[in-house]
Structure formats: C-alpha cells, structure tokens
C-alpha cells in the first residue's frame, strides 16, 4: 500500500464514539450492533459527499496541484474508524468486562467484524474503495468523552474527571501490562482485522539498550504475531543543562546529584510523532499519566 506513494490515500475519515454506542445501550449487545449499522450508513452518506464534492472541485481546476499530482480519486479510500472499543465494553457490560477479558474481547471482535461486513457493503454499493482504521483520534478521543460526559456524567471513560479519554481505537488499557510480548499476543487477532491503518505502540519506558536488542524486539513480535504495524517507543527526557536523559524524568537526576532541582521535559511519541508531554491535550496528558511502560527484560 505504502509503495503506491500519493496515488492512494483517505479522502476522508469518520470516526465511530464506540463509548457512546456501549452506553446508550446497556447489556444489549444485539441493539448496539443495529445502532452500528446506523451509524455506517450515516458515514458512508457523509463520505460520498465529500469524495462527490472534492471530485467537482477537482474536475472544474480548482484543486490544480492535486489534480497535477493525483490526477483523480479512484484510488483513494474513504475511510470509516473507531476510537474506545475498551470503554465500548465497559459501558455495554455496566463495568463487569473490558476488552482484557475473554467477553471483552469477543465483544471487540464482533463489533469490527461487523464493520468489516458493512464496509464491503458499502464498496459493492458505491462502487468506490472503502477501509476500516483504527484511527488515531489523537484530539477527537477527548472530544468524544467531554461530550458523552456532557450528556450523560456517569458514562465510564479513562482517565479522570479532569482528564478524560478513551483508549485508542481496540487496544488494551495503556495501564494494562508492561509485557510488550502480552500486549502482542492480545492485539494480535484484533489488530489484523482493520483494513486500513493501525500500529501498536510499544511505549519503552527508557532507551533500548543497544541497536541489536531493538532489532531481536522487532524480528521476534513480526515473526510471532500478525499485527501489521509496530513501533519502538522509547520514553525520554530533555534537562536544560544536561540534554537528553534516557527514560521519563520529571526532575534531572544528574542535577538532583548536585544538589539542584531542575524540572525536565518528557517527550515521548503521540501517534505518528514524538512531542513533549506538556504540548499533549488534556486527554492526552491524562493518558501519559496512566501509561504503564514496557519493560525491556520482558523482551528478550
């Protein structure tokens, strides 16, 4: 896919408040699946509206570079995706299951199996290509809990009051392990069902220690397991004084030593690019707070 360079893409993107649906619908996984299909039929009008519109743009020369480079839209993608299948379960299941627990997880593969079936649908429909993603909702994940929040305050989220967030797309709870080779196992069947993209973040807690065990990490998750797309997320921390310091460090422990308390800045991956956390959102930095790293002996 990736080698077709700008000839493919995603015209567009509609993201699914998986939460939402969990919670307007308690213990009634059969109601929730008939809501999905609602919702898909509510995303596919809104995509072929936008792939419609933009093609007239690009017919009539309004969009010249993209018509110069791309030529037209054929290959391009309309992308349907979802954000908090964890927090999908919690409210469906009233908070007896998470997507950690065998129900859980049967649950979150219903529910993309389910998406997988409509979004055929829709391309056989339309004629035109259709994907499922695992979308990174790196804003729209705490968007979406304010407003279920805001409509209903006892609806279950990560995070806290003050910092709400659902967990990205079906991955487990970032508090869950720090076992990079569990989180592969449980991911495994679960992330090969997307059609479009996903990644699983292996979130190090601090550098690994040399190239060659980064390589061994990467060769034995791709060799074991199905997942299309891992990245080595290696925490670190920059001290005004001393640079760059391995692994999350609020305070320099090298200026700790001589007796100064300098605060650092902890940067670590955000989706697709590393940034500080202090720049996160809300519901990010409420996600960094409860992120549990992975261990590298558990690597090895």
């Not at 939402?20 to 072929?48: F, I, K, Q, T, Y």
Request: proline share 4%; with cysteine.
């Amino acid at each position: 896919l990736f080698g077709s360079a700008e000839q493919t893409g995603s015209i567009g993107v509609v993201t699914i408040n998986c939460a939402r649906l969990g919670r307007m619908h308690p213990g009634d996984h059969n109601a929730a699946m008939a809501r999905l299909d609602e919702l898909v039929d509510l995303a596919v009008e809104s995509l072929e509206i936008k792939r419609r519109v933009v093609g007239e743009l690009l017919e009539r020369g309004l969009l010249p570079y993209t018509r110069r480079y791309l030529g037209g839209l054929d290959n391009h993608f309309s992308t349907i995706g979802v954000n908090g299948i964890n927090e999908y379960v919690r409210n469906l299941t009233l908070d007896a299951d998470d997507i950690t627990s065998d129900l859980g997880e049967w649950l979150a593969q219903s529910l993309l199996d389910r998406l997988r079936v409509r979004i055929v649908q829709a391309q056989e429909r339309t004629g035109h290509l259709y994907n499922l993603e695992a979308t990174p909702a790196e804003g729209a994940t705490y968007r979406f809990a304010r407003a279920n929040l805001a409509r209903w305050p006892d609806v279950l989220h990560a995070g806290t009051a003050e910092q709400p967030y659902y967990t990205h797309s079906s991955q487990l709870p970032v508090g869950f392990t720090d076992d990079p080779f569990e989180a592969l196992e449980r991911q495994e069947a679960l992330q090969a069902k997307y059609t479009g993209g996903t990644v699983l973040h292996l979130y190090m807690g601090e550098a690994v220690s040399s190239a060659a065990a980064c390589a061994t990490l990467v060769r034995r998750a791709l060799e074991r397991f199905r997942l299309p797309y891992i990245t080595i997320t290696p925490t670190f921390s920059i001290c005004p004084m001393h640079g760059y310091v391995s692994g999350h460090h609020e305070r320099c422990p090298s200026c700790a030593a001589t007796g100064i308390d300098q605060e650092c800045e902890v940067w670590t991956r955000v989706m697709g690019y590393f940034r500080p956390i202090s720049a996160f959102n809300v519901g990010k930095r409420g996600e960094a707070a409860e992120r549990r790293y992975f261990r590298e002996p558990a690597t090895r």
